[in-house]
């Protein structure tokens, strides 16, 4: 039955190569769409498995509401079961492109970097160090957009810094972080003695959610974000986000499913006599399935390589044009290639199936007679 | 002829006739009797009004005959043959061929029916155009499950056997209609059925043509192979073992 299905998509030529391109643009979008979300869900995933022992500490009126001075470490400190404490001041470093980069300044006290940037490791160089005012440890992405290292200069709000440290690729947040020391950022923006957040380290006896709430309520003017909360809230935007990109994707697949119905409902039309033929000389109802809903599927399946193979292309290029801005917005994945393999396929079989049905029950009489 | 190996509840001998009824007896005498067409009836609605498109016909066939049915426009000769290929239910009366009672096969295993003990030809030859000559008679032998090596061989000794031997990778449409007519005979053949059900075979071709197709009839009924022919022409019936006349329904002349 091989050779009948690929003859007969053959034998169409212009209207199968329209119908599989309408498969591979559905597919390209969700390869696109997909590869996006993938890339999202990677840098969510490990920003949350280098950042997940800390309990966060904003003021009341959040990260954005100021107010937070450093004031507060020496109350966070005192509360039971906090083993460490210290404030971070987080701003991002082109301010004129309004941080859409996802570069950011992080202020930190130079003796605590080591343990604020805990568990990523350097590529180069050393940590901040006590007594440092301008120098500057920079993420994996800073280091190669910017060519520097240990001991070039940065640039940094018309201050020049001298690079320390180099820090691992991640695949997170911290790398496309610039971390100075927090006084030096302070006076840098002019922001006082005021921190974004406070990291509260806890005690390895307690829990990280029973020691957020007491926090909360032992320091005044202070809500907080436990780990879990963290995780919770982030896992959120992460699934509205992935179920806005996929969901576009899986619009344009769907459009191209229906591409495919069309065309097979066409093609049964136009083969109503041709079924009657093959129901008189005794094909079975599941030969005519077999036909109908092969054609369909194989559709699928040449427009779901089709928009792989488009859609990965495309991927490569938007990345490697957008690696001069240093913004990774795609990420393909094994799990996303499979994932838009089945759905080809899927949308291909499905699209097939009412017009298999169709020809399947055709009365071969009735079949005959058309003309 | 091919083993049906069919559930033997479905396909099972009728009962054996009182000595009186000879036609019945077909599991003895199966080399003479292929068919019998008891009381056969068809009946359509056109809305409410019942049209009787065949009443009450009765048939035997033997084997190896060669068997024109004539009759004027829409005096049930197609419908017959129909009823007889499966293609339509009868509204009553019994077919039983090859010791088959085809009007209580269930509507599943017809598709069986048709490929091991029914051979069509049409009018308009109805090949797949888009087949080759050796794919269309290859076409029911795949639904038959033959394998590749064999169904090919078939095929291609079917045509050469018809003179088309010249002719397997030409698609229909490079192919005269007295060739397309050989091809879907061969097609017909394929699956050495019982009988072959031809519907006006030689209605769309000249007369040198008809005289060989109705040539190949005669070949294959002196071989053992039981056709029915559909047919206008009194030239074809001439060649035909025997006649059978409708009118109205009815058969007429038998």
């Not at chain 2, 066939?61 to 068997?67: I, N, S, Y």
């Not at chain 2, 169904?151 to 698609?171: I, M, N, Q, V, W």
């Not at chain 2, 449409?173 to 007295?178: H, I, K, T």
Request: charge should be neutral.
């Amino acid at each position: 039955m091989f050779d009948l299905i690929i003859r007969n998509i053959m034998n169409r030529k212009v209207r199968s190569a329209l119908t599989v391109c309408g498969i591979a643009l559905g597919i390209f979008a969700v390869i696109v769409m997909g590869a996006m979300s993938e890339n999202f869900h990677q840098t969510f995933e490990r920003s949350m498995s280098v950042t997940s022992d800390k309990i966060r500490v904003f003021s009341e009126s959040g990260v954005f509401g100021g107010g937070l001075t450093e004031d507060k470490v020496s109350d966070v400190l005192r509360v039971a079961g906090v083993k460490d404490a210290y404030g971070l001041l987080m701003t991002t470093f082109d301010e004129d492109k309004m941080g859409m980069t996802g570069k950011q300044i992080l202020g930190v006290p130079p003796e605590k970097s080591s343990v604020a940037l805990y568990p990523v490791d350097l590529k180069a160089g050393r940590f901040l160090n006590p007594g440092d005012s301008y120098s500057v440890v920079v993420g994996s992405n800073i280091q190669r957009e910017y060519k520097l290292q240990i001991g070039s200069k940065f640039e940094i709000h018309d201050k020049y810094f001298t690079v320390a440290g180099i820090l691992d690729y991640t695949g997170s947040i911290f790398d496309n972080a610039v971390i100075i020391p927090l006084e030096t950022a302070q006076d840098l923006y002019d922001v006082g003695n005021s921190v974004s957040y406070i990291f509260a380290v806890p005690d390895e006896r307690i829990d990280a959610e029973v020691l957020s709430k007491r926090i909360e309520l032992s320091v005044k003017g202070t809500s907080t974000l436990s780990p879990g909360e963290l995780e919770v809230q982030a896992r959120q935007s992460f699934m509205i986000f992935s179920v806005i990109t996929i969901s576009s994707g899986l619009l344009a697949a769907i459009i191209g499913g229906l591409c495919v119905m069309n065309t097979m409902l066409m093609s049964v039309a136009e083969r109503t006599r041709e079924f009657g033929i093959l129901k008189a000389i005794g094909a079975e109802t599941r030969d005519i399935l077999l036909l109908t809903l092969g054609e369909a599927s194989f559709m699928g399946l040449f427009g779901g390589i089709l928009g792989i193979l488009v859609g990965s292309i495309a991927v490569y290029i938007m990345n490697a044009w957008l690696a001069n801005t240093r913004i990774v917005l795609f990420l393909i994945t094994p799990r996303l290639l499979v994932i838009a393999m089945l759905f080809a396929l899927l949308i291909g079989a499905l699209s097939g199936l009412y017009p298999a049905y169709r020809a399947s029950k055709m009365s071969p009489m009735e079949a005959l007679k058309h003309a | 002829m091919p083993e049906m190996g069919i559930e033997e509840d479905v396909f099972e001998t009728p009962e054996k006739p009182e000595k009186d009824e000879p036609t019945l007896n077909l599991e003895n005498k199966s080399q003479k009797v292929i068919m019998q067409v008891e009381n056969l009836s068809k009946t359509y609605f056109q809305g409410k009004i019942p049209v009787h498109a065949l009443r009450c016909a009765c048939i035997t066939v033997r084997k190896g005959e060669l068997l024109a049915i004539m009759g004027p426009s829409g005096s049930g000769k197609s419908t017959l043959l129909a009823l007889i290929g499966t293609l339509e239910k009868a509204t009553d009366g019994n077919i039983i061929l090859d010791g088959t009672d085809l009007t209580s096969v269930p509507e599943k295993l017809l598709p069986r029916v048709r490929r091991e003990k029914i051979g069509f030809i049409f009018q308009h030859y109805n090949l797949i155009p888009t087949l080759s000559a050796l794919e269309n008679v290859e076409l029911s032998m795949r639904f038959s499950r033959v394998p590749k090596k064999e169904r090919e061989e078939r095929a291609k000794a079917l045509l050469e056997e018809l003179g088309l031997g010249d002719r397997l990778s030409h698609k229909p449409s490079e192919l005269s209609g007295g060739e397309q007519q050989r091809v879907s005979i061969a097609r017909a053949l394929a699956n050495k059925p019982a009988v072959i059900l031809a519907d006006e075979p030689t209605g769309e071709v000249d007369s040198k043509t008809r005289d060989s197709i109705v040539r190949v009839f005669k070949e294959l009924s002196e071989k053992g192979q039981t056709i029915l022919v559909v047919t206008h022409d009194p030239e074809v019936a001439k060649e035909c073992s025997r006649v059978l006349r409708i009118k109205d329904g009815t058969i007429k002349d038998y």
